[in-house]
């Protein structure tokens, strides 16, 4: 259907894990994440998996700050060996933490403005520019830096993220997290309701 021909690409290399930058122990949620642990260390790549309802997208947006852990018996959670607990998404976006989400029509993009503004919007998010003040020439820039780097296709610059593509709707969602230069990147089905082509790129 894509008119390219993908093959099964084995490019993982090993290498060795630096420090431990995140832990997470025994963390709990009501009735929908029970007791999870796991820690994350420097320069690895850590993928998480789960049948619908098993709590793995509630365990990640308790760690980035979106949904609050049980206050007395919730766990801990420790990065670079210090406790954390996030009120709002805003305070793991300082630490560098960043997530992405499955929901990208909901949570993901301003579907009515065009790419640069969405990109953009991801250093607003983390407080990198003032919301005040937006420098367009700036913001053309960043843009132009990551629509090339993500591979973006739109028909023209001006387009609004409502008229790409579903692949290239996610690469926005992703390149907004990007954008802020963060430590760990949590990316929630990365690849969900996104042709093959956008997936072998993803």
């Given at each position: 259907?894509?008119?390219?021909i993908?093959r099964?690409?084995?490019?993982?290399?090993?290498?060795k894990?630096?420090?431990?930058?995140?832990?997470?122990?025994?963390?709990s949620?009501?009735?929908?994440?029970?007791n999870?642990?796991f820690s994350?260390?420097?320069?690895?790549?850590?993928?998480?998996?789960g049948?619908?309802g098993?709590g793995?997208?509630?365990?990640?947006?308790?760690?980035?700050?979106?949904y609050?852990r049980?206050?007395?018996?919730g766990?801990?959670?420790?990065?670079?060996?210090?406790p954390?607990?996030?009120?709002v998404?805003s305070?793991?976006?300082?630490?560098?933490?960043?997530y992405v989400t499955?929901?990208r029509?909901s949570?993901?993009?301003?579907?009515?403005?065009g790419?640069?503004?969405?990109?953009?919007?991801?250093?607003?998010?983390?407080?990198?520019e003032?919301?005040w003040?937006?420098?367009?020439?700036?913001m053309r820039?960043l843009?132009?830096?990551?629509?090339?780097?993500?591979?973006?296709?739109?028909i023209?610059?001006?387009?609004?993220?409502?008229?790409?593509s579903g692949?290239?709707?996610q690469?926005?969602?992703?390149?907004k997290?990007?954008?802020?230069?963060p430590r760990?990147?949590?990316f929630?089905?990365?690849t969900?309701g996104?042709?093959?082509?956008?997936?072998?790129e993803i």
């Open positions: 259907l894509s008119g390219q993908y099964q690409r084995d490019e993982a290399k090993l290498r894990a630096g420090k431990k930058v995140l832990s997470v122990q025994d963390i949620m009501s009735n929908v994440v029970r999870t642990s994350i260390f420097e320069g690895q790549i850590t993928g998480v998996f049948l619908i098993s793995r997208t509630e365990t990640f947006k308790i760690v980035s700050g979106i609050k049980d206050f007395r018996r766990g801990a959670i420790e990065l670079d060996d210090r954390v607990r996030y009120l998404p305070e793991a976006v300082a630490d560098g933490i960043v499955e929901d029509k949570e993901g993009i301003f579907e009515t403005m790419i640069a503004e969405n990109l953009f919007g991801g250093l607003l998010a983390a407080g990198r003032k919301a003040v937006i420098n367009a020439q700036e820039a843009s132009a830096e990551w629509t090339k780097t993500l591979n973006i296709k739109a023209n610059d001006n387009a609004r993220v409502v008229e790409l692949g290239n709707q690469k926005v969602v992703i390149g997290g990007l954008v802020q230069q760990i990147v949590i929630d089905e990365p969900r996104v042709d093959v082509g956008a997936i072998a």
